[in-house]
């Protein structure tokens, strides 16, 4: 049973198009958050949920549009595609007393073609 | 702006002799420095811990440690296992508990373990 699940795994689309990753966790914690994965392999924090508000908003343009229903559940949504947004999306869970020990999720990786 | 830094792309061991991975990094603020492991096609997942009021912890055959006044610390890995190679993430927070605190990541070393 996945602790952290996303999906699509697997996203090609052409640049102008909207996409969203959908992700849940099944493991109670407070905390979601959206980690993007660039061509550099760095892992960059997007945003971060607790109990559906958002708390961490990283310098990420208005196209991209997290939302969170509940607090098992973390959607990203984004408009536009450009090349650049060509990466592996990680979604994350954590409790808010241990938010080193974050749990991910196996990634979903956008190609904008 | 990178504030971990893990210089060395990659590192090749012998299986049973020592992996030494790296990470250095320039925010004092850091009082929580973690190291994740990711397989291909996988999310990264935890691995070990320190406190930065601390200057080793160990946890089975991993150990972590803290060189304050050198920003720099290192995972050890003894002996290195083939099931070990994998990319390994050095990461730093500031404040461990709550909600706005968050992880900053190096870019990775890639450990192959040849049997």
């Known amino acids: 049973d996945t602790a952290v699940s996303q999906t699509p795994k697997y996203l090609v689309t052409q640049m102008g198009n909207d996409k969203s990753i959908k992700c849940e966790q099944n493991l109670g914690h407070d905390t979601m958050y959206w980690y993007k994965q660039d061509s550099k392999k760095f892992l960059k924090i997007m945003f971060s949920y607790n109990n559906k508000e958002l708390i961490i908003n990283e310098t990420v343009p208005n196209r991209f549009s997290p939302k969170s229903p509940d607090k098992a559940h973390l959607n990203l949504h984004i408009n536009s595609l450009e090349l650049g947004d060509s990466a592996v999306y990680f979604c994350?869970?954590?409790?808010?007393?241990?938010?080193?020990?974050?749990?991910f999720g196996e990634g979903s990786r956008l190609t904008v073609l | 702006d990178q504030q971990v830094k893990q210089n060395s792309p990659s590192l090749s061991v012998q299986e049973g002799r020592i992996s030494i991975l790296n990470c250095d990094y320039t925010?004092?603020?850091?009082?929580?420095f973690l190291w994740y492991k990711k397989y291909p096609a996988e999310g990264p997942t935890f691995l070990i811990s320190?406190?930065?009021?601390?200057d080793k912890n160990e946890d089975g055959r991993f150990t972590v440690f803290l060189n304050k006044s050198a920003k720099h610390l290192s995972l050890h890995i003894v002996p290195s296992q083939p099931g070990d190679s994998a990319v390994y993430f050095c990461a730093a927070i500031v404040g461990y508990t709550g909600a706005n605190s968050k992880l900053t990541f190096g870019k990775g070393i890639t450990l192959s373990v040849r049997p």
């Open positions: 994350a869970s954590s409790q808010w007393t241990d938010a080193g020990e974050l749990f």
């Open positions: 320190i406190s930065s009021i601390k």
């Open positions: 925010n004092s603020m850091f009082d929580y």
